[in-house]
């Protein structure tokens, strides 16, 4: 007999059992019985439904609750601003004391400091405009980007993304889902 049937077994034996003992008592209550689970339920029944007021919802909901919702945003928000501005003070603090030491060591002359001007002039200086050169890795990230999508180096727009598009529709993981 496997484990399953005699687990079976001993339910129903078990639920016949409870069904004999119900069916057993099946007398009914006298007056003074009845009248006392009257009672009972009925204090029962009053003490599920409480007062008004008193569960954690109502609470919340009163002008209580609303103040204390008040007050808390009231200690966050006040959190957050002492957060921000001691995080901009101690920013302050590190500039002050960043020019501070730049200015003592423009007083020694020495540092890049007192360079005589030498990124003061002519061409592509700070507001020359031009556009910054590449860094010397990023060609050949270049290259190896135009070898990946099988076009000359320089081809243009619409070739890269037909290209592009083709390589994500024949990889991309979403298409070799089972």
């Known amino acids: 007999m496997s484990l399953t049937r005699r687990i079976l077994e001993s339910a ?7 069904t004999s003992l119900v069916i057993v008592d099946d007398e009914p209550l006298s007056n003074v019985e009845a009248a006392a689970l009257e009672v009972e339920l009925a204090a029962r029944k ?3 439904t409480g007062t008004p007021g008193t569960s954690a919802i109502a609470r919340l909901a ?3 609750g609303r103040a204390e919702r008040a007050r808390l945003a009231a200690a966050r928000a006040q959190r957050i601003q002492g957060a921000a501005a001691a995080r901009a003070a101690a920013d302050k603090r590190a500039a002050d004391e960043a020019f501070r030491r730049m200015k003592e060591q423009a007083a020694r002359g020495g540092g890049p400091a007192s360079g005589g001007g030498a990124g003061t002039g002519g061409g592509a200086g700070a507001g020359g405009g031009a556009r910054p050169r590449p860094k010397a890795g990023a060609d050949a990230q270049v290259a190896e980007w135009y070898r990946t999508l099988n076009l000359a180096p320089g081809a243009d ?7 592009y598009r083709a390589l994500m529709r024949k990889y991309h993981p979403d298409m070799h889902a089972g």
């Open 62 to 64: 009163g002008a209580s």
């Open 12 to 18: 129903r034996s078990g639920l016949s059992q409870l």
């Open 46 to 48: 009053a003490a599920r």
């Open 157 to 163: 727009f619409a070739e890269v993304k037909a290209s």
